[in-house]
């Protein structure tokens, strides 16, 4: 993702070409769009990266993001599965989203005292306003499509999976019609609205606080997932109390 | 209220203790949540309060809304009566509200020439957009919970009591078993998006500027609400033309 | 417009009278609230303005968007009919917006290649969220009354011109009974949630800058709407994939 991204910054780009007017994120997996960070990477002896490695990983995940928000191109996320954790985050960064009946957006960060991070919070509040946001993220919580489409964390819900994929090809069709420069200047004005510098950095750094507490936690949630593989628990996505119970120990 | 919200605040708690991680406001009374200010308090000579108690208790008024912004603890309104006045600011600063079938929401300042201070205003944008907060405010109108959760002024409607409490009851249980760090983290990356202290302080100086103004239009207000008494007047919360045209004498 | 609006200006009113408390923006014509910017006037060669002249009529445009938002009186656009260009950007700079049936709303501008300037956008994403703004202004498209309230563009939708001219008159009559002081004082605190002149003034040099690249596709436009007549192409508002392919030579 961080490649594909810096190659579509237009410095580096030779002259002679343009950027794509319109990327589409899709998934090929009928559960997952994108899914939360390998819990391993980040846990201490979870991983053979060394710290420089971790943190250059970490770094490119900021990076990714700040990109999406800057680059001219314009990015629409079209979702039929889960987006939790970091995939919940890069949703919500993109410039518009879409999803299917079988889509299922969440945060579980809250859930092992963690928190969405580097404006997924931030454009969460923006679609959605503060007090849903703080409904949502607090209790680490996942929704469906019309609910998502309801509240505007998703831009509409399409009824099948046939008319998701129609209804976003209808858009980049269009789109691809429009001088790039009228795209470009819409999507600055726009995006200026967005979370500033600051405030992501603020957010990065109450993570990185708070993660010696979280580390904790993470290995039952590496086994109530049988490390993160599309089971129960993890096809749950946190939305069931009772996962939420078992996490905690509390049965 | 002054008192519980300090009592919460981390340095005036032992080390030993921790802050409740969530705190639900409630009411006894099937007709009010909290309603408005009682206004025989800011009436000149209608109160025995000194001029520095006044000024004492109107400090207290913004330290509180305050402290609903800047504690760790979660806020949640539990509503199903009137909140009008001051106590439809208290709810807006809460970080989440639920409704009930009996719930009001509103604002009737500017029926008497004045407006929602200390951040009222200001989260009533945050939650519904600025086009609809000048549609409720400057009218001095109050709506019913359907409204409420479609406009976004609360999180969502219930459809009775009962269902009210144990949505609440819930999410309460959920936030019970999630580490304090993660809630308190989220919450503070949520409000960083709230009002700036200037623009609370502006709206208080705004305030006080059109008090004078506003002091000719309170006693016919304490006349027809039989001084501030539940009669068919201040149930009405003015949603009613004709209670806006008997304050203003147009009959 | 300027004229009208600067007369409302408290400064320019003799102290002996007082300023309107509200004003509303009707349209006698059933297809166009209020239609773009004539393109003529905006063509190289297309008029005999003089370049300064030109330049006054742009600089009075701007006036007018900021005179919306910081005068005292409240302006209500009451729209049956297309606002499109700089039709949607005045109706997104009042205070409250309410649509009748036959209502149409939308921006143009991207399809040649610009942008909404001075503040269009930026109501827009304050009214309906970045990611439904990105949506629309994105796709240069028009949307009807009913999606225009369901995202939060127009404050409410009427179901019948009659109601629409109903509905807006009971919130005039009701503004008219209360307080100047407080009308102006919740106003004020509302629209300091505006977009700042720092960034409407870049959005205005963005327009600037694009304009260049833009003059190529007006002719185009021009010859389709029959010079902005109200026929087929004027009417359809770009709502219609077909309009942009003949607009971009793809037939």
Redesign the interface.
């Known amino acids: 993702m961080y490649t594909l991204l810096t190659s579509l910054d237009p410095s580096s780009i030779p002259s002679s070409l343009t950027p794509p007017k319109v990327i589409v994120f899709s998934s090929a997996n009928p559960s997952f769009w994108i899914g939360h960070y390998d819990i391993n990477l980040i846990l201490p002896n979870g991983t053979s990266l060394s710290a420089n490695e971790t943190t250059a990983l970490f770094e490119k995940n900021v990076a990714v993001a700040r990109a999406l928000g800057t680059l001219p191109t314009?990015f629409i996320a079209e979702i039929n599965g889960r987006t939790t954790g970091s995939g919940g985050e890069f949703l919500l960064q993109c410039?518009?989203?879409f999803a299917g009946p079988d889509a299922v957006l969440g945060s579980m960060?809250?859930?092992?005292?963690?928190?969405?991070g580097n404006g997924g919070?931030?454009?969460l509040?923006?679609?959605v306003?503060?007090?849903?946001?703080?409904?949502y993220?607090?209790?680490?919580?996942s929704i469906g499509a019309q609910e998502a489409a309801e509240?505007?964390w998703?831009?509409r819900a399409f009824e099948s999976e046939d008319r998701l994929r129609e209804g976003v090809d209808?858009?980049v069709?269009?789109?691809s019609?429009?001088?790039a420069?009228?795209?470009n200047?819409?999507?600055?004005?726009?995006?200026?609205?967005?979370p500033s510098v600051e405030?992501a950095d603020?957010?990065v750094a109450?993570?990185l606080?708070?993660f010696p507490?979280?580390i904790g936690?993470l290995p039952r949630l590496i086994e109530l997932s049988e490390n993160q593989t599309a089971g129960e628990f993890e096809l749950g996505a946190l939305r069931d109390?009772k996962d939420?119970?078992r996490l905690?120990g509390?049965e």
């Not at 960060?109 to 969405?116: C, D, N, P, T």
């Not at 306003?129 to 409904?135: N, Q, T």
């Not at 200047?185 to 967005?194: D, E, F, Y």
């Open positions: 314009i410039d518009m989203a960060e809250g859930a092992v005292g963690g928190l969405q919070i931030q454009y509040v923006r679609r306003g503060m007090a849903r946001a703080a409904e993220l607090l209790q680490a919580t509240v505007g998703v831009n209808e858009i069709y269009r789109l019609l429009l001088p420069g009228g795209l200047g819409t999507k600055s004005a726009i995006r200026a609205n967005g405030q603020a957010d109450t993570i606080r708070l507490d979280e936690y109390i939420v119970e905690h509390v």
